[in-house]
């Protein structure tokens, strides 16, 4: 570094904060679930029927984004629907997926998991989503108090009772 020039070095340092900049944005588009307004979403069930989230106010949710081959999301229903009965007995479940209708409902036949299955008619990346799963929860007052993206734990007692707890 000592053999370089002033220019040399103000080129080096741009180059280094514009791939931290670049990083960084990355790191957010991927990596950071997006803010959605979940109560204004098109959403329609597997009779392509619009399904509106007025319906779920009052309601403890699990909003999930999934696609039915994403090994991390089915890892997630998974272990989602192993507690539904018990530890979230009071919680309704939401899976949202971008996949085409006869894609929804092959999978929810197969999985038959006690979950809502809706879908989106545009790409997840319409709402900024461009990494699954990603999951919102939701209090009974309507508040997001939980987001994640990628795979939750639902195994982890403690998270469970957490989660309920700001519900």
């Known amino acids: 570094m000592n053999n370089m020039n002033s220019s040399q070095k103000v080129i080096l340092f741009l180059c280094i904060v514009v791939a931290g900049l670049i990083a960084l944005y990355e790191y957010k588009k991927y990596r950071v679930a997006p803010t959605i307004d979940l109560f204004k979403q098109e959403l329609y069930n597997e009779n392509n029927e619009a399904v509106y989230f007025e319906l779920y106010k009052g309601k403890k949710l699990i909003v999930c984004y999934y696609a039915s081959w994403c ?7 998974e272990m989602l629907n192993k507690i539904k009965t018990t530890a979230l007995n009071d919680v309704d479940v939401i899976a949202i997926t971008d996949e085409e209708v006869d894609k929804l409902i092959r999978f929810k036949n197969k999985k038959n998991y006690p979950f809502t299955f ?3 008619k545009d790409p997840f990346s319409k709402i900024n989503i461009y990494t ?3 999951t919102y929860i939701i209090s009974r007052k309507g508040e997001l108090v939980y987001e994640k993206t990628g795979a939750i734990n639902w195994k982890d ?3 469970v009772a957490h989660v309920k707890s700001l519900m």
Do not use: H, N, T
């Not at 090994?71 to 229903?77: D, S, T, Y």
């Open 71 to 77: 090994g991390e999301c089915l890892k997630e229903m």
């Open 132 to 134: 699954i799963p990603v």
């Open 118 to 120: 809706l879908r989106m």
């Open 157 to 159: 007692a403690s998270f």
